[in-house]
């Protein structure tokens, strides 16, 4: 054997029993409190992390996560997190990381990747985004939501009882993958499609007085092509006595905020919903005969779209 290979091969076995020795050894329960201590110091959340360890060959996983609200009214609980970066996409100029969530049998799976000659350049858009879901339950995640929003420095205290009686369960499954162009949006492709099963809006607490909504119906679709993402005219919500439709389409630009939108959204309330809050959009659209039915549409920039309701 040639004397450059054996050097190779032996600098080569160095490197991986180094990595090896470092993954056995690193103190990973010491960066489990230090990265708890951190994000809860920097987020204002209370953050616990049952177990932290490696993943192979560089990555971190993390399992038995709970997160508090500052005010400590609800926790959001995740069985496992895993963020990997991935080795091979090195090898022709892009940095690529995944990061994996789990929730009961629930699975959430997101990647992406940058170019790194893009990042010298200062363009921080992603060549590639997916997403994957199956079965991942939003119950907790809602209700914490939801707590943050009634309990937040902000809230409304009129409000903020109502908001706190609301809650839902249901699992979110669904894909997307988008091939992002960050100089030229036009050239950017790809689609996404998500569903809500088992998914029930519940409103029977006594402070609402409003029967459970089964939704029948809880579609979003939108494609990415010739430089605007167009959303399904199908997508919306619908359940026995509540209905929110929208369709329309975003124009991307290199500044995505300055991306302009016309999007309409369609609200519709029927029977007891229609009963107890009608006089709401009746009083938004100044119109008494709009049967319980509010229209927005939508248009302008991303960052500052203007609202007409009729």
Do not use: C
Request: proline share 5%; hydrophobic share 45%; net charge negative.
């Amino acid at each position: 054997m040639k004397t450059w290979i054996k050097v190779t091969l032996l600098v080569g076995l160095f490197f991986a029993s180094f990595i090896l020795f470092v993954f056995m050894t690193f103190p990973y329960e010491v960066l489990k409190e230090s990265l708890s201590a951190e994000i809860s110091q920097s987020t204002g959340y209370t953050v616990r992390i049952g177990k932290l360890s490696s993943n192979f060959p560089v990555g971190l996983h993390a399992s038995n996560i709970k997160v508090d609200s500052p005010q400590s009214t609800t926790t959001l609980t995740l069985s496992s997190l895993d963020v990997d970066v991935s080795l091979l996409p090195l090898f022709i100029g892009k940095v690529g990381a995944d990061v994996t969530l789990t929730s009961g049998t629930g699975i959430i799976e997101l990647g992406g990747n940058l170019g790194i000659f893009d990042l010298i350049n200062g363009i921080t858009v992603p060549n590639r985004v997916t997403f994957f879901a199956k079965d991942f339950p939003l119950d907790q995640a809602v209700s914490f939501g939801l707590a943050i929003a009634a309990n937040g420095p902000d809230a409304n205290p009129m409000v903020a009882p109502l908001i706190s009686a609301i809650g839902f369960t249901g699992n979110l499954n669904g894909k997307m993958d988008f091939k992002l162009d960050g100089k030229n949006p036009t050239l950017s492709t790809g689609s996404a499609a998500f569903n809500l099963t088992k998914a029930q809006l519940k409103l029977s607490h006594p402070s609402l007085g409003l029967p459970d909504q089964d939704l029948v119906k809880a579609d979003i679709a939108a494609k990415v092509e010739a430089g605007s993402m167009v959303f399904d005219p199908k997508s919306g919500f619908v359940s026995d006595e509540l209905e929110l439709l929208t369709e329309g389409k975003i124009v991307l630009k290199p500044d995505l905020f300055a991306s302009m939108m016309d999007m309409k959204i369609v609200f519709k309330l029927d029977k007891t919903m229609k009963e107890k809050f009608g006089f709401i959009i009746d009083a938004v659209t100044g119109n008494s005969t709009n049967e319980g039915q509010l229209t927005m549409q939508v248009r302008g920039p991303v960052g500052q779209p203007a609202v007409t309701t009729f």
